[in-house]
């Protein structure tokens, strides 16, 4: 076992898979967000008649229409969207500092990676 591998409590490849996957489950959270606004517009288009007989305020109107369409998606996909894009960054943000780190030589500052000798 390298002097690395036993400084370390974790995985690279892991730490970067976590930090894939995340970025996927996001972006396909915000997918089904984005088809569930679509039906919630489409089923309000089709029975706007319906819907401004049963609400003949137009406050009503806007709080209904509001929670339709912002509350429900912030609350469900785009804050899961938002969570899971912040950890991958997070993840990948602290495996910079890491590999930065492991470049860092005690001696003379960062070893030389070329494999070239300083004068």
């Known amino acids: ?8 409590f974790h995985n690279e490849d892991a730490v970067f898979r976590i930090a894939m996957w995340s970025n996927i ?3 396909a959270a915000l997918a089904f967000t984005v088809l569930e606004l679509a039906n919630v517009i489409n089923s309000l288009s089709t029975q706007w008649d319906q819907f401004t007989m049963a609400y003949p305020e137009a406050f009503q109107r806007i709080s209904i229409l509001g929670n339709l369409l912002f509350a429900e998606p912030i609350k469900g996909g785009i804050f899961i969207f938002l969570a899971l894009q912040g950890l991958s960054q ?26 070239e000798e300083e004068d």
């Open 1 to 8: 076992m390298s002097k690395k591998d036993s400084a370390t």
């Open 25 to 27: 489950v996001s972006w």
């Open 90 to 115: 997070l993840l990948y943000l602290a495996m910079d500092f890491y590999l930065e780190d492991d470049d860092y030589d005690e001696d003379d500052g960062f070893e030389d990676v070329e494999g």
